[in-house]
């Protein structure tokens, strides 16, 4: 049998594919995410060179205000600069005195003939000429001249008369223009005065104005020292004036005298010798006037050359032979009597001084000596602004200053007189007299004093910031006594220990503070603090004192409180059984002032600390202790709450799982911890204090003292600048050591926010292991 075999085509099956699960991404594809990263890359640069931008504009905030600050302080520490503009021949060979008025257009020359010459200062062209009437058998021996500001000359003749002139300058604007024109007139008669009974040669001659009238005190001849007073005397009914003459001789006069001055009080001469002496007469009784010492001015072997009052008359400049400048005032002692006394001296001349020329409004001078050399000077500062000689070989006879030193004339010994422009704003202060003691005129003694304007018009500015600096930190440090302590312990209770439904309440109460006006704080410390503290001074030391104690006697007595009352009161609510215990503690204590003054303080405790020689001001430091404490407060309690709140809980639950009570934790672990964000708050605070205005300057008394006295007040850096810029001067000297205030003030902030950062990233690295 044949078996077949059938092959058969195997046809592919078609077989459906089971259905695929597809899965969509959460994250976009394709082009949206090309899109999505090109905005985030956007928004980073963006973000990136914003925060970069605005790190850059800080930066460059603070170094624009450093820079505008420097631009109004530079010009205070500048010299003087000196500029010649004009020279033409003198209006006379032989100078006696020279004077410009205060545009600098006239300028006057007295000679040794007796003829005053009025000239225009630019170009020497002549203009006044007026010849005094002196005898014809006279001749002028000897001229003295008053205060600047008085215009008053004298001139001394060889017969023993004098004669008595003023010059001044009337100003008009005819058409609106200006003219000055010249006058001269004679308080004491139009012709010379026998002033020399004996008619004695007058050698040496001084003249002053003052009070009780014209005094001039004349050396002869002969040797003897006259002080002669002419008083005006109007009679009552008539109206009529008449001149009354006294003359007093003066005891035990030096036997040679180069040049003597009367100070403006007709109360002290002062009398210069050939050699190297001054000698002192108190002349305030001229009937009594005594002779009280004779002081050697220069260096033995050297004799004085020059003498001259600084403006006021209070300070005497002498020149010596060896070319020094020395100034001098008078100083009283302890038994009330005056002494002449070396204040300070300047920079030494090569040359002996020949001339010097006191400024009109200021204290300062400028001096010429022998070898041409010209110095400008200033007193208070104790600045040589200038000592350089003279162009084109200049030797100076006589110098004359304008009254608003801006320009000077030189007359010459070549019969030469040369204009000179000056530039020399601010020589008053210098960064050693505004950091140093100064010895200032009237005082006892070097003392930091800040006194910057007066009514008077030959006050000497005191402007030390010493007193302004001590103030800043003397409210600052009593503030943050009296702050810290509160803030950064009720910060730790408030975060550590509190519960989370009282401090909700507590921390935006505090924080809410801080937008308190500082204006009404002050207001407050002014008008009612400082009065209530004053009145209930031991009531305000025995909460100061006694408070902690008895908040730790109501905490110990808590503890003895029954276990199901302190259960029901819970953990974290203790405060507001604490808030009425000081509320009845502060009432009581101040209930029972009145009885602690009457028992151990003879009724007042203020007046017994001024009894036992502590001063005490209504308005001092302890009021401002207090009222800037509370404004400091919300600042320091907001940063160091949040720096204890935001400790890892995983460090305190440990601490409290090995065994550590809570106490022990906050002192273990929180504070350390906490320490960079508590120190920031404490730093923060204190630059909050350092910059406070209104407060201090509401509730000091504004006194720039140099002490840190719980019961004096101060005044700080901000307040005096908030007192006293809008009442200066735009550009002034006062102007600008306002501003120097204000730099120094802003590197106070600058350098205490740098030393808190630096000191709270090394607490910041030191317990960053824990």
Same mark, same amino acid.
């Given at each position: 049998m044949q078996q077949t075999s059938v092959s058969t085509a195997s046809t592919p099956s078609t077989v459906s594919p089971e259905p695929t699960q597809v899965t969509r991404s959460l994250l976009p594809s394709g082009e949206k995410r090309a899109r999505l990263r090109k905005w985030r890359s956007f928004k980073d640069k963006v973000s990136q060179y914003g925060i970069a931008f605005a790190g850059i504009s800080v930066v460059a905030a603070f170094a624009t205000i450093f +820079?505008? #600050?420097?631009?109004?302080?530079? @010009? &205070?520490? $500048?010299? *003087?600069?000196? /500029?010649?503009?004009?020279?033409?021949?003198?209006?006379?060979?032989?100078?006696?005195?020279?004077?410009?008025?205060?545009?600098?257009?006239?300028?006057?020359?007295?000679?040794?003939?007796?003829?005053?010459?009025?000239?225009?200062?630019?170009?020497?062209?002549?203009?006044?000429?007026?010849?005094?009437?002196?005898?014809?058998d006279a001749t002028i021996s000897s001229f003295a001249k008053g205060e600047p500001r008085s215009g008053l000359i004298a001139f001394g003749l060889s017969n023993g008369q004098v004669l008595v002139a003023k010059h001044e300058y009337n100003l008009s604007y005819p058409n609106d223009k200006r003219q000055i024109v010249p006058v001269v007139t004679y308080p004491l008669?139009?012709?010379? +005065?026998? #002033?020399?009974?004996?008619?004695? @040669? &007058?050698? $040496?001659? *001084?003249?002053? /104005?003052?009070?009780?009238?014209?005094?001039?005190?004349?050396?002869?001849?002969?040797?003897?020292?006259?002080?002669?007073?002419?008083?005006?005397?109007?009679?009552?009914?008539?109206?009529?004036?008449?001149?009354?003459?006294?003359?007093?001789?003066?005891?035990?006069?030096?036997?040679?005298v180069r040049k003597m001055l009367v100070d403006t009080t007709l109360k002290n001469l002062f009398v210069a010798d050939m050699d190297n002496k001054i000698h002192y007469y108190d002349i305030s009784e001229p009937a009594s006037a005594r002779y009280v010492e004779a002081v050697t001015a220069v260096a033995t072997g050297q004799n004085i050359t020059a003498l001259e009052f600084l403006v006021g008359s209070v300070s005497l400049i002498?020149?010596?032979?060896?070319?020094?400048?020395?100034?001098?005032?008078?100083?009283?002692?302890?038994?009330?009597?005056?002494?002449?006394?070396?204040?300070?001296?300047?920079?030494?001349?090569?040359?002996?001084?020949?001339q010097i020329e006191p400024e009109y409004s200021r204290k300062g001078f400028m001096a010429i000596d022998e070898k041409g050399h010209l110095g400008i000077h200033y007193g208070t500062s104790a600045r040589t602004l200038w000592l350089e000689p003279l162009a084109d070989d200049i030797q100076p006879a006589r110098l004359a200053i304008s009254p608003i030193n801006d320009a000077f004339l030189i007359l010459d010994t070549k019969g030469q007189?040369?204009?000179?422009?000056?530039?020399?704003?601010?020589?008053?202060?210098?960064?050693?007299?505004?950091?140093?003691?100064?010895?200032?005129?009237?005082?006892?003694?070097?003392?930091?004093?800040?006194?910057?304007?007066?009514?008077?018009?030959?006050?000497?500015?005191?402007?030390?910031?010493?007193?302004?600096?001590?103030?800043?930190?003397?409210?600052?440090?009593?503030?943050?006594?009296?702050?810290?302590?509160?803030?950064?312990?009720?910060?730790?209770?408030?975060?550590?220990?509190?519960?989370?439904?009282?401090?909700?309440?507590?921390?935006?109460?505090?924080?809410?503070?801080?937008?308190?006006?500082?204006?009404?704080?002050?207001?407050?410390?002014?008008?009612?603090?400082?009065?209530?503290?004053?009145?209930?001074?031991?009531?305000?030391?025995?909460?100061?004192?006694?408070?902690?104690?008895?908040?730790?006697?109501?905490?110990?007595?808590?503890?003895?409180?029954?276990?199901?009352?302190?259960?029901?009161?819970?953990?974290g609510w203790e405060v507001a059984l604490l808030v009425p215990v000081i509320i009845a503690f502060i009432w009581i204590c101040v209930s029972l002032s009145p009885a602690i003054d009457n028992q151990f303080f003879n009724g007042s405790l203020r007046q017994w600390f001024t009894d036992n020689g502590i001063t005490y001001d209504q308005r001092n430091a302890l009021v401002v202790g207090i009222a800037m404490g509370f404004a400091v407060i919300p600042n320091i309690f907001s940063i160091a709450e949040d720096a204890?709140?935001?400790?890892?809980?995983?460090?305190?639950?440990?601490?409290?799982?090995?065994?550590?009570?809570?106490?022990?934790?906050?002192?273990?672990?929180?504070?350390?911890?906490?320490?960079?964000?508590?120190?920031?708050?404490?730093?923060?605070?204190?630059?909050?204090?350092?910059?406070?205005?209104?407060?201090?300057?509401?509730?000091?008394?504004?006194?720039?003292?140099?002490?840190?006295?719980?019961?004096?007040?101060?005044?700080?850096?901000?307040?005096?600048?908030?007192?006293?810029?809008?009442?200066?001067?735009?550009?002034?000297?006062?102007?600008?050591?306002?501003?120097?205030?204000?730099?120094?003030?802003?590197?106070?902030?600058?350098?205490?926010?740098?030393?808190?950062?630096?000191?709270?990233?090394?607490?910041?690295?030191?317990?960053?292991?824990?």
């Open positions: +820079i505008y #600050l420097f631009s109004e302080v530079g @010009p &205070i520490f $500048s010299s *003087a600069d000196v /500029e010649k503009q004009h020279s033409y021949p003198s209006a006379s060979p032989q100078p006696l005195f020279s004077n410009l008025e205060r545009y600098g257009e006239v300028g006057l020359v007295a000679d040794a003939g007796g003829q005053l010459q009025f000239f225009d200062a630019k170009t020497g062209a002549a203009q006044q000429k007026i010849q005094l009437a002196l005898p014809a008669g139009d012709t010379p +005065i026998q #002033l020399d009974p004996q008619q004695q @040669p &007058i050698l $040496s001659l *001084a003249v002053q /104005e003052g009070p009780s009238g014209t005094a001039i005190t004349a050396f002869t001849a002969d040797g003897r020292l006259s002080y002669n007073l002419f008083e005006a005397q109007t009679e009552f009914l008539s109206g009529e004036t008449t001149l009354v003459r006294t003359d007093y001789q003066l005891p035990e006069a030096p036997k040679t002498v020149g010596g032979s060896d070319g020094t400048v020395s100034q001098w005032f008078l100083v009283r002692d302890e038994h009330n009597n005056f002494h002449l006394k070396h204040i300070r001296d300047f920079d030494q001349h090569p040359a002996a001084i020949t007189t040369h204009n000179f422009l000056l530039e020399n704003a601010h020589p008053d202060v210098s960064w050693k007299a505004m950091w140093n003691e100064v010895w200032y005129e009237g005082r006892g003694e070097a003392d930091y004093i800040w006194q910057a304007s007066s009514g008077s018009d030959e006050f000497e500015a005191k402007m030390s910031l010493v007193p302004l600096a001590v103030g800043t930190l003397k409210a600052a440090l009593f503030a943050m006594l009296f702050a810290t302590p509160l803030a950064v312990m009720s910060a730790l209770y408030t975060a550590y220990f509190m519960t989370p439904k009282l401090r909700g309440k507590v921390k935006p109460t505090i924080e809410i503070m801080a937008a308190l006006p500082t204006v009404i704080l002050g207001f407050l410390a002014g008008l009612w603090l400082a009065p209530f503290i004053e009145n209930y001074l031991s009531a305000v030391f025995s909460i100061l004192l006694l408070l902690p104690l008895m908040m730790l006697l109501a905490a110990w007595c808590y503890r003895y409180l029954p276990a199901s009352l302190r259960n029901r009161i819970g953990l204890i709140f935001n400790v890892p809980r995983h460090l305190t639950q440990g601490s409290l799982a090995l065994g550590a009570t809570p106490w022990q934790t906050m002192m273990g672990v929180v504070l350390p911890t906490a320490s960079p964000g508590i120190f920031a708050a404490v730093m923060v605070g204190f630059g909050r204090a350092v910059g406070e205005t209104m407060i201090v300057l509401m509730a000091t008394g504004n006194s720039p003292v140099v002490n840190f006295n719980l019961f004096e007040g101060m005044r700080t850096l901000s307040a005096n600048i908030a007192v006293e810029l809008p009442e200066t001067a735009v550009g002034s000297t006062h102007f600008r050591v306002l501003f120097l205030a204000a730099l120094v003030l802003f590197v106070f902030t600058f350098v205490f926010n740098t030393l808190a950062e630096v000191i709270r990233q090394r607490l910041r690295q030191r317990f960053s292991n824990l």
